[in-house]
């Protein structure tokens, strides 16, 4: 059972470490073989905000549905969700998690009830609802988390799917990542009221701001939030204030934004913060970060190899699950 | 005994039917539980059904389409209303972006049993917001199965049907039927939803149409039975996928072909049906294939506009006529 307490002890944050480290590594080893056309077609990687989905993912139950954006890698390596088939599906392959016809911005696992990388910004929320809603329906104790970026909430979906769960009391944790900008639109260039987390307060909803730099803020208003949600008392909003260190995509020549912002938000990034933490408070000893590096690139290599290794999906099955037979149990 | 009932009180009885059948079956949709449904379809479910399963939904077709998704994605099998095909397009990207695209692009990970009912069509004097009929753009989407009862027959069964599909089903239901009413085969239980059906057996041309259309094609062809000319008329039933061995044999008898559709003739289904046929029974047509469809034009308010604007059974016949009897 998790449970709202957390435990700051030397496994745990160097748990925390490792899953963003993870994930970090991934997007990085992404970046290489997108430019060694490996992998094609849009790519957003998720830099920088490693703490959100990490933090988040800390509170949740295997039970619980999982709804999150085309910005989804570091979602679903944190929620467990094998590197291997991640990468296969990266590569286009049937050994993908959707046998390749998902891609970067469609990872699916049923196994973790990760229902999806949605790519129409917004498009997520009412599906949210919809899970959230049927888990009410059958009594069940799980929950549904809906992540979506600050420029969804300019969207018509994020006002209709807000009321209704506040409306319907449904179980939906709403996890706002405002990273500053929806692909090159600034924050203050789009929105009249900057305060997200206002929006979501009138819609009478608890509604919290977290610095999504800080994965330990952000699991700890996690566990507050989903002991709130899975307790029965409707919906919560976390806006996480975190910050996008690489392009919007791999097509992005970053025209809108200062190298120097960049610099200044990497310096006070997720990571290097926890890092440094760590360290200067001596939880971590000798080469222990180093050598969970190691395993991280040990694990990577692997999912590179694994994804080199796989094959293409038969053209002969092109329409395969276009509709099923039956509905997957 | 038959049962004589209207289709609005088959669409209610299939409603109230699958509810009380399976605990996961649910209807949500603007004003269908304490109003009783835009058309009156759900009028009196809430009482013997209650809140949770007769759902009213605020004005957020997007929100509460999406939810149906949702829902069946977490293992319900929900009856989602919209109350016109027009207001349809606010939930467009939930229905063609996410309803129609999961099952595929998750590697058959993810079914979305979901079934989503509409209205659609014009003759109420409603105009350009509420008349149209743009069921063929979802006849366009691969993943969808679409459904156009048009006789209280099917819409008592086409329901249970489309509830037992693994995928998802829009069913759009004419607002001219509603008030229609007909006899029930009391040894009839259940329809299929794969395929078209002939309603008028004839050897001199084929009427290919579905939904409120069907009865107008209907006159038609016994306007022409008196002229000697004997039209066989198909309802397609299911809009796609299109049931085309049916329509093709049908042709490959009577040689001839009149497609009558309540959508613009541009880009539209009966475009669709066509094109088939001469892909299909080229060498079997004796004459042109004919298409009467609604003018292109935003339908209009005023009654005579209005009817001017769609297909009749005047035209209907008109247009068979051409091609049986071409004037020399």
């Not at chain 1, 709403?174 to 819609?203: K, P, Q, T, W």
């Not at chain 2, 269908?32 to 009156?40: D, E, F, K, L």
């Not at chain 2, 149906?68 to 229905?95: C, K, W, Y």
């Not at chain 2, 099952?103 to 917001?129: D, E």
């Amino acid at each position: 059972m998790t449970t709202s307490k957390l435990h700051l002890d030397h496994d745990h944050l160097l748990h925390l470490l490792r899953e963003m480290l993870r994930i970090r590594l991934f997007e990085r080893k992404c970046a290489e073989l997108y430019q060694r056309e490996k992998i094609r077609g849009f790519l957003h990687l998720y830099d920088g905000e490693e703490a959100i989905a990490v933090g988040i993912m800390q509170a949740l139950e295997p039970h619980d549905a999982i709804i999150a954006t085309y910005r989804e890698h570091g979602q679903a390596l944190a929620r467990g969700v094998s590197m291997e088939r991640i990468m296969a599906e990266l590569y286009g392959h049937v050994e993908g998690l959707c046998r390749g016809r998902g891609g970067s911005m469609h990872l699916f696992d049923r196994a973790h009830r990760f229902l999806g990388g949605n790519a129409i910004v917004g498009g997520g929320l009412p599906l949210a609802i919809g899970t959230a809603l049927g888990d009410q329906m059958q009594g069940r104790d799980s929950i549904s988390v809906c992540f979506f970026g600050e420029g969804a909430v300019d969207e018509g979906e994020f006002h209709e799917s807000l009321n209704l769960a506040a409306l319907w009391r449904l179980p939906v944790l709403f996890v706002c990542e405002n990273n500053l900008y929806s692909m090159g639109m600034a924050l203050e260039r789009a929105e009249s009221n900057i305060d997200i987390h206002e929006r979501a307060a009138s819609y009478g909803m608890p509604s919290e701001v977290v610095d999504g730099m800080d994965v330990v803020a952000v699991e700890l208003a996690a566990r507050r939030a989903v002991a709130a949600v899975r307790g029965g008392k409707g919906p919560y909003f976390l806006e996480c204030r975190g910050y996008r260190f690489r392009a919007h995509s791999m097509f992005d020549a970053q025209l809108y934004r200062d190298k120097a912002e960049v610099e200044q938000w990497k310096a006070k990034g997720p990571i290097v913060r926890l890092r440094k933490w760590l360290e200067d408070s001596h939880v971590v000893v000798d080469d222990e970060i180093e050598r969970l590096e190691a395993e991280i690139e040990a694990e990577i290599g692997a999912a590179v190899d694994f994804a080199e290794a796989g094959t293409p999906e038969a053209v002969a099955e092109l329409a395969r699950f276009v509709t099923l037979d039956a509905v997957p149990e | 005994m038959a049962e004589t009932l209207t289709y609005r009180e088959a669409c209610r009885a299939a409603i109230r039917e699958a509810i009380l059948a399976d605990p996961r079956v649910f209807l949500m949709g603007e004003d269908v539980g304490r109003y009783g449904g835009c058309y009156a379809v759900t009028k009196g479910l809430i009482d013997e059904l209650g809140e949770a399963r007769i759902r009213d939904t605020p004005l957020s077709e997007s929100a509460f389409v999406g939810a149906g998704i949702g829902a069946a994605l977490a293992g319900m099998r929900p009856i989602v209303e919209v109350m016109t095909v027009n207001f349809s397009l606010l939930a467009l990207d939930q229905i063609v972006n996410n309803a129609a695209t999961l099952a595929h692009m998750s590697g058959g990970q993810f079914a979305v049993p979901l079934v989503i009912r509409m209205a659609t069509g014009a003759g109420k004097q409603l105009a350009a917001q509420h008349s149209h009929s743009l069921e063929g753009w979802y006849a366009h989407v691969p993943g969808l199965r679409v459904l156009a009862p048009a006789t209280v027959e099917d819409a008592r069964y086409m329901l249970a049907a489309a509830l037992a599909d693994p995928n998802p089903v829009l069913i759009f239901e004419h607002v001219m039927l509603y008030n229609a009413s007909g006899e029930l085969d009391p040894a009839v239980d259940a329809v299929d939803i794969g395929q078209a059906k002939i309603r008028r057996a004839g050897r001199d041309v084929t009427l290919v149409t579905y939904g409120g259309s069907l009865p107008k094609t209907l006159v038609a062809a016994e306007q022409l039975a008196a002229e000697g000319i004997e039209a066989e008329v198909i309802d397609l039933r299911v809009l796609r996928p299109l049931d085309l061995p049916t329509l093709a044999g049908s042709v490959a008898r009577t040689h001839r072909c009149v497609i009558v559709d309540e959508g613009w003739k541009t880009g539209s289904l009966s475009a669709e049906i066509a094109a088939s046929l001469v892909e299909t029974v080229f060498y079997e047509l004796d004459a042109p294939i004919a298409r009467v469809c609604a003018q292109e034009v935003p339908i209009p308010y005023a009654a005579h506009l209005e009817q001017a604007a769609l297909p009749q059974p005047a035209t209907i016949a008109a247009a068979a006529r051409g091609l049986v009897r071409p004037a020399s």
